[in-house]
């Protein structure tokens, strides 16, 4: 846990945290340095999350958050390895705490879902 530590080190904005599970394991490795930062509080209005799957050797999931900027260009706001896509009990959980949030689901997943339930 020495890299999230230094990267927030590297500057007064810069936020690292890390989350352990009850086993002591890593949970959730969230970054977002001072650029991240300035960007979201410019345009914080649409919040855009892409999660990324299997990343490396251990399979975590690697959660990007992005808002957009005046020209329509998406930049990187937040990193952090956490997922809920078609998952309703967490979806309903980020809703009561984040409730000015409009939460969008992957095409991918909904699609998926509605597959499985006319199955």
């Not at 989350?19 to 345009?43: N, Q, T």
């Not at 390895?81 to 949030?101: P, Y």
Request: proline letters at 2%.
């Amino acid at each position: 846990m020495r890299r999230p530590a230094a990267f927030a080190a590297l500057g007064p904005e810069n936020a690292a945290s890390v989350a352990e599970s009850d086993a002591s394991e890593s949970g959730v490795i969230s970054l977002a340095s001072a650029h991240m930062w300035r960007v979201f509080s410019r345009f914080s209005e649409l919040l855009m999350v892409d999660c990324s799957h299997k990343t490396n050797r251990y399979n975590y999931q690697l959660l990007t958050f992005m808002a957009m900027n005046e020209f329509g260009e998406g930049a990187v706001v937040h990193h952090s390895m956490i997922e809920a896509n078609k998952d309703l009990n967490e979806i309903r959980v980020l809703e009561a705490n984040f409730s000015d949030t409009r939460i969008l689901i992957c095409h991918f997943h909904v699609i998926k879902y509605l597959k499985e339930k006319r199955a």
